[in-house]
T-cell receptor, first 116, second 116 residues
Framework: DGGITQSPKYLFRKEGQNVTLSCEQNLNHDAMYWYRQDPGQGLRLIYYSQIVNDFQKGDIAEGYSVSREKKESFPLTVTSAQKNPTAFYLC???????????????FGPGTRLLVL | DQQVKQNSPSLSVQEGRISILNCDYTNSMFDYFLWYKKYPAEGPTFLISISSIKDKNEDGRFTVFLNKSAKHLSLHIVPSQPGDSAVYFCAASGRNSGGSNYKLTFGKGTLLTVNP
């Protein structure tokens, strides 16, 4: 049963703390993405990765970091430098580099991050 | 600067009637367009897409129309059902300098309510 999993569903962060959100896919997709959604807003791109060991900043990368050591995994760390981290975080993947439908992104269920 | 705009934050229709969701874009480099459906606290679900070489794509009750000269696309749902009530996001993809499509730019979404 292929898909994208995100964990945890809810995450609480204390002031000055770094937290890491997990994203795993078994779709054999090359590209992976992290988005942030705020109330009444669309999805804003944080980071994306087209291939293992490579990633690029999106539109709102400040205060976040990522790694892509395995094709299946793309964890996102929300650092203490992110001053307004409360949001719904979405991970997505797409076939990526070639083939029909390579642009279509498939999303995980999301993680809601709350600040204590 | 919003490159993808969904100017109607909400839309309400009666069950069985047609729902028309609209989307405008400003970037002429966009060449692939997608619609996603999203329920609260869940990840978006891919609905339908269209390439810029076409002006219409149909999948069951869902049809997307593209008017390139007006930089406008619309999603038609016929007939509308109460289960269609959700937020609908329009997204667009364009080639980066390297020539591969991988990033999506999202609109802010339209909340569709289908009344029984």
């Amino acid at each position: 049963d292929g898909g994208i999993t995100q964990s945890p569903k809810y995450l609480f962060r204390k002031e000055g703390q770094n937290v890491t959100l997990s994203c795993e896919q078994n779709l054999n997709h090359d590209a992976m993405y992290w988005y942030r959604q705020d109330p009444g807003q669309g999805l804003r791109l944080i980071y994306y990765s087209q291939i293992v060991n490579d990633f690029q900043k999106g539109d709102i990368a400040e205060g976040y970091s990522v790694s892509r050591e395995k094709k299946e995994s793309f964890p996102l760390t929300v650092t203490s430098a992110q001053k307004n981290p409360t949001a719904f975080y979405l991970c997505a993947s797409s076939p990526g580099t070639s083939g029909r439908g390579r642009e279509t992104q498939y999303f995980g269920p999301g993680t809601r991050l709350l600040v204590l | 600067d919003q490159q993808v705009k969904q100017n109607s934050p909400s839309l309400s229709v009666q069950e069985g009637r047609i729902s028309i969701l609209n989307c405008d874009y400003t970037n002429s480099m966009f060449d692939y367009f997608l619609w996603y459906k999203k329920y609260p606290a869940e990840g978006p679900t891919f609905l339908i897409s269209i390439s810029s070489i076409k002006d219409k794509n149909e999948d069951g009750r869902f049809t997307v129309f593209l008017n390139k000269s007006a930089k406008h696309l619309s999603l038609h749902i016929v007939p509308s059902q109460p289960g269609d009530s959700a937020v609908y996001f329009c997204a667009a993809s364009g080639r980066n300098s390297g020539g591969s499509n991988y990033k999506l730019t999202f609109g802010k979404g339209t909340l569709l309510t289908v009344n029984p």
